[in-house]
């Protein structure tokens, strides 16, 4: 079932959010209190876009984005989206997806998702996104600094 975020739900995602992070092995060291802290801000920012995978009474995933006015309308942006690894290749992310977009179409009139992954483009989870119809920006590049770095050198 794909239903709105609770509170009680984010002691429950958030070692889901860690133990995926950590399988992951790309340089993410994410603690249960910082996936709290995480889950907690989306659950504080845009709550009504906030949504749970549950089977068997717990939640086992969820998926969030914010909404911000763009040229070409709202978007949807830094979306997350998880699905514990025992429930994977059920359907739960598209589930996920299916109602997320949804909504954020019939609240916000949303016309485009964007995020950021990681990974091998015919790998996990990049492949999975292609194969529901997602693809690399052509023009976009995620940056990131430190931002001592950046203050030393400016």
Do not use: C
Not at 15 to 28: F, T, V
Not at 112 to 139: A, C, L, M
């Amino acid at each position: 079932m794909i239903r709105l975020v609770k509170l009680e739900d984010i002691k429950s995602l958030a070692p889901i959010y860690k133990s995926l992070y950590d399988d992951a092995d790309i340089g993410e060291f994410w603690s249960i209190e910082s996936a709290e802290k995480l889950l907690n801000y989306w659950y504080d920012k845009q709550q009504d876009l906030f949504f749970v995978a549950e089977e068997d009474g717990k939640a086992v995933g969820a998926v969030m984005s914010g909404v911000k006015p763009w040229f070409d309308g709202n978007r949807l942006i830094d979306t997350e989206i998880f699905v514990a690894k025992s429930y994977q290749n059920k359907h739960l992310g598209k589930e996920l997806y299916r109602k997320h977009l949804s909504e954020a179409q019939r609240i916000y009139n949303a016309k485009v998702i964007e995020f950021h992954t990681y990974g091998n483009e015919s790998e996990f989870p990049q492949n999975w996104y292609g194969r529901i119809g997602f693809k690399k920006d052509k023009e976009l590049v995620i940056m990131n600094a430190n931002i001592e770095e950046v203050l030393k050198k400016i």
